[in-house]
C-alpha cells in the first residue's frame, strides 16, 4: 500500500490544521490506520488511530480533546483534524497502515504498523 500525506504547514498558536492520509495499493477499509509524530533527534510517537471501520479510535493523551481522527473509506483517505494547536505539537506527521489488526480495534505502537508515508511537517509558533 502506498500512503500519501499532506496538509502540514505552519500556524499559530491556538490554530488548527488538517492532515490528510491518502492510501492506495490495497482495499482501504481491510486495515487500521493512525498517525504518528516525529521531532527530529526522539522517538516516533503515537497520536492517534483509527479502526478499519471508524467505529473505533484513540488518542495520545496530550492530544485527546484537541485532535481528531476520522477516515472515508469511499475517498481511501485519512484526516487528523488539529484544534487548539500549542508549540509543542510541532512535528513531522506520519500515516501509517495496520494490516494485522482485527476488526474494531486499532493500534497504539509504531512497530504494529506495516506501511508507512512520508511526513508532513507542521509548525507552531508561540
Known amino acids: 500500500v502506498q500512503l500519501q500525506a499532506s496538509g502540514g504547514g505552519s500556524v499559530q498558536a491556538g490554530g488548527s490544521l488538517r492532515l490528510s492520509c491518502a492510501a492506495s495499493?490495497?482495499?482501504?477499509?481491510?486495515?487500521?490506520m493512525g498517525w504518528f509524530r516525529q521531532v527530529s533527534g526522539k522517538e516516533r510517537e503515537f497520536v492517534a488511530a483509527i479502526s478499519r471501520g471508524g467505529s473505533t479510535s484513540d488518542y495520545a493523551e496530550d492530544v485527546r480533546g484537541r485532535f481528531t481522527i476520522s477516515r472515508d473509506n469511499v475517498g481511501n483517505t485519512i484526516y487528523l483534524q488539529m484544534n487548539r494547536l500549542n508549540p509543542e505539537d510541532t512535528a513531522d506527521y506520519y500515516c501509517?497502515?495496520?494490516?494485522?489488526?482485527?476488526?474494531?480495534?486499532?493500534?497504539?505502537?509504531?512497530?504494529?504498523?506495516?506501511?508507512w508515508g512520508r511526513g508532513t511537517l507542521v509548525t507552531v509558533s508561540s
Open positions: 495499493g490495497r482495499t482501504f477499509g481491510t486495515y487500521a
Open positions: 501509517a497502515a495496520d494490516f494485522l489488526v482485527i476488526p474494531g480495534q486499532c493500534s497504539l505502537h509504531s512497530y504494529e504498523y506495516d506501511a
